[in-house]
């Protein structure tokens, strides 16, 4: 009896380590498939990476060639075109830059937009007095008149009665004149936001008496001809001097209406160097070596 219960127990003993063994394996088994199984996802989502990397780069590749493949005329030719005051750039139907008249200025509200013509008639906005002088030189039907040709700002704000200039401030102008335009030109010396090409002469006005206010006189001349650069200051082109001035020198209106001797609406510089009682044949030699030193005043 001994003998077959050590059997039996040996029997059970086996049976239960063949039963371990069987689990142990299936274990091993679900942990390689759940191990698969993921490093399976794994490759997919870097898959799905990689192709989204692919596209994208293709997508800019073909982006920049596009980019290249646009011709250069289809740039807008407006960026490169300078329309004056009261003008703005158009593109006609073969996409050329033309200057055209603004149609509508914007309303203001602010009376101290308001301004104050050569015609004493109050405008709302500088732009409105642009924009009827422009209706004038392209012959629209909206000129009001052929005067309006000429019109430009005399002040900023409503017109007013101004004081009469009396004779002898009148006689006493061009004096006055020549030392405000000096003594604007060195302050914008010693701010350093004076041209070089100007530069040069304020410094020989400082050294040179003779050249002080020849040389202010050249300066300002030369930096009221805008756009275009025509040797000549239009009547309108001499607003940067008439509208600040005209509060404090009620003789300014009168002394630039007389700097027009020929009335042709422009003054030249030998009409400039006139008015300031100036030698003319100096001032346009300096003027022209100005021209030659800034390299093109129309640049």
């Not at 380590?17 to 399976?40: F, G, M, V, Y």
Request: glycine content about 4%.
């Amino acid at each position: 009896m001994g003998t077959k219960k050590l059997l039996v127990c040996l029997l059970i003993v086996a049976l239960l380590l063949i039963h371990d063994a069987s689990a142990e394996k299936k274990k091993k088994h679900r942990r390689r498939t759940t191990t698969t199984t993921e490093a399976t996802a794994q490759d997919d989502v870097m898959n799905m990476l990689e192709a989204d990397e692919v596209a994208e780069e293709a997508a800019s590749s073909e982006n920049r060639s596009a980019e290249k493949a646009v011709p250069l005329e289809q740039e807008d030719p407006c960026l490169h075109k300078h329309c004056g005051a009261g003008r703005v750039c158009k593109l006609s139907e073969e996409r050329e830059a033309k200057c055209v008249c603004i149609e509508q200025c914007d309303e203001e509200v602010d009376p101290r937009r308001r301004v104050c013509t050569n015609y004493n008639e109050t405008f709302g906005s500088d732009c409105e007095v642009y924009q009827a002088r422009c209706f004038c030189d392209t012959n629209d039907q909206r000129c009001k008149g052929p005067d309006y040709q000429h019109v430009h700002i005399e002040y900023y704000g409503e017109c007013k009665q101004m004081p009469a200039c009396k004779e002898e401030d009148r006689a006493d102008f061009p004096r006055r004149m020549r030392d405000w335009l000096f003594n604007i030109m060195r302050d914008l010396a010693d701010r350093q936001e004076l041209p070089h090409y100007y530069l040069k002469m304020q410094r020989e006005a400082e050294s040179n008496h003779t050249l002080r206010w020849t040389n202010a006189a050249i300066w300002k001349w030369c930096d009221l001809d805008g756009h275009p650069h025509d040797r000549s200051v239009s009547r309108h082109e001499l607003f940067p001097i008439r509208a600040p001035l005209m509060a404090l020198e009620h003789c300014i209106a009168p002394f630039l209406d007389s700097c027009d001797a020929d009335n042709d609406h422009k003054i030249t510089l030998k009409e400039w160097g006139k008015c300031l009682e100036l030698e003319e044949d100096t001032l346009e030699e300096q003027c022209d070596h100005i021209a030659e030193a800034a390299g093109d005043l129309d640049h």
